[in-house]
């Protein structure tokens, strides 16, 4: 069999690739990195697998795929699940409300949601930085203002949809799981991490939606192996 590699960058989105591959029980090699202690940025090493140097990234023979949507769909291809399986609807049928709904929830995740929540910790995050005394009131008063006028209202609203969406099924696009849930996996954990109690108290459906997959063996494996996903500050 040809070796998969998976390069995984501590506190990442390299987590949903584990956690599918946990599912798929597909062999693989974990190669970890570490984060920069000073600027929390990934390692140069990554740069001699990807040019990008950044994570998630597998190798797989001569193949090198990087972004997580994409190493996702490359697996959920290259080792099918059998359709009458729990995993059967990883990629649900073209031309299904199912197939619409994971194509949405797998672009959402990176192209919507995670822009948003990347601004949020930026911006909670600037006025801790070390800068002058007098400069200090500024940088919280702008921070607070961009947080409040555009940065919330719209993870807020992703939350909104995303709340509505759960009502009434335990997955994102039916009643079993897609690349959508594995792909909005680490946007929903960094959005209630940042969020904090109460915006898990807001959002119940997205609060035990969060649950029902951590909740899953394979999840709980990926985790024991990767480590935790969010690094909130």
């Known amino acids: 069999m040809t070796p998969l590699v998976v390069h995984h960058l501590e506190h990442s989105r390299s987590h949903r690739v584990l956690w599918l591959l946990e599912e798929l029980g597909v062999p693989y090699e974990l190669r970890a990195y570490r984060r920069d ?5 990934a390692p140069p090493e990554l740069r001699a697998v990807h040019p990008l140097g950044k994570a998630p990234v597998i190798t797989h023979g001569d193949v090198t795929v990087a972004e997580s949507g994409a190493i996702l769909e ?10 009458d399986s729990e995993l059967g609807d990883l990629v649900p049928a073209p031309g299904t409300a199912a197939h619409r709904d994971n194509r949405f929830w797998l672009h959402f995740a990176e192209g919507s949601l995670m ?3 990347v601004m949020k ?5 600037i006025p801790k930085q070390r800068m002058p ?7 919280r008063e702008i921070s607070r203002q961009v947080l409040q006028r555009f940065v919330n209202p719209n993870i807020d609203a ?3 949809l995303l709340e509505h969406t759960l009502r009434d099924r335990p997955w994102l696009t039916g009643e079993r799981l897609a690349l959508a849930d594995f792909q909005m996996s680490y946007a929903i954990e960094a959005a209630l991490a940042l969020g904090g109690p109460q ?4 959002y119940p459906g997205v609060a035990a939606y969060r649950e029902r997959y951590r909740a899953r063996p394979a999840y709980q ?4 192996k990767g480590g935790p996903e969010i690094m909130v500050d």
């Open 199 to 202: 915006t898990a108290a807001r």
């Open 133 to 139: 005394f007098l400069a200090r009131p500024v940088a």
């Open 74 to 83: 490359y697996l959920a291809e290259t080792f099918p699940p059998a359709r």
């Open 158 to 160: 992703a939350l909104d």
């Open 121 to 125: 910790l930026v911006f909670v995050n």
């Open 221 to 224: 494996r990926a985790l024991a």
């Open 37 to 41: 202690a000073r600027t929390r940025l």
């Open 115 to 117: 822009n948003w929540l």
